[in-house]
């Protein structure tokens, strides 16, 4: 597979090839994110697994409270060609509507990551959470992973010199302080490649 393959995760068959499956909520696409990659690259290696990216087609807080509008920071296209970029081959989207917002930690992980992505390891960071109201964490998915024989690697937090956690949550702070170069050095690459950056 030379080219990524987008897909959406409701209308999608059982992928034919068994997947390492980055998740997170990818909205900046940062340095933490890109070490999912890294990671999920080498593990796809040894195990001959292709290499997957999951993510929402938009912010659940835009969803759960359409009062309390969210910087976007990376729109779906652009994190397409970062994830591209470093290794993917497959971005799994999917739908955050009432049925995936109720969907719970052990049927996301039975629907999506084995019923379409065919997943053989998950890689994630180790504050991700999953499932109706995030109720599932690192420890349920070990749990999941362990009993479908899915391998599974939760990369730490990277961290800023100051001892600040990478984060979209971060890079959002420091573009409203104005702080391009803080923003640009979370993110690993310039801030004009975020979404809607001339309007900031």
Known sequence: MDRMIICST?????????????????????????????EAGKIAGKEHLTVAVHVLDRSPAS????DQPVLQLTS?????????????????????????R????????????????????VITGDDHRFGYRGSAGVTELAELCAEAGVLLSV???????????????????????????????????PVETLYNSQER
């Open 76 to 100: 779906l296209a652009e994190k397409a060609a970062v994830f591209e970029a470093h290794g993917c081959r497959i971005l799994a989207v999917s739908t955050f509507d009432e049925h995936f």
């Open 10 to 38: 409701s209308a999608m068959e059982k992928l034919p090839e068994r997947t390492a499956v980055c998740l997170g909520y990818f909205d900046g696409v940062h340095r933490g994110h890109l070490a999912l990659l890294e």
């Open 102 to 121: 109720m969907m719970s930690g052990r049927d996301f992980f039975k629907r999506i990551l084995l019923d379409r992505l065919n997943a053989g390891a």
């Open 63 to 66: 969803v759960l409270h359409p």
């Open 155 to 189: 990369v730490p937090r990277l961290t800023m010199p100051d001892g600040t956690v990478i984060s979209s949550s971060a890079i959002r702070e420091a573009l409203r302080q104005g702080d391009t170069a803080r923003a640009e050095a979370m993110l690993g690459r």
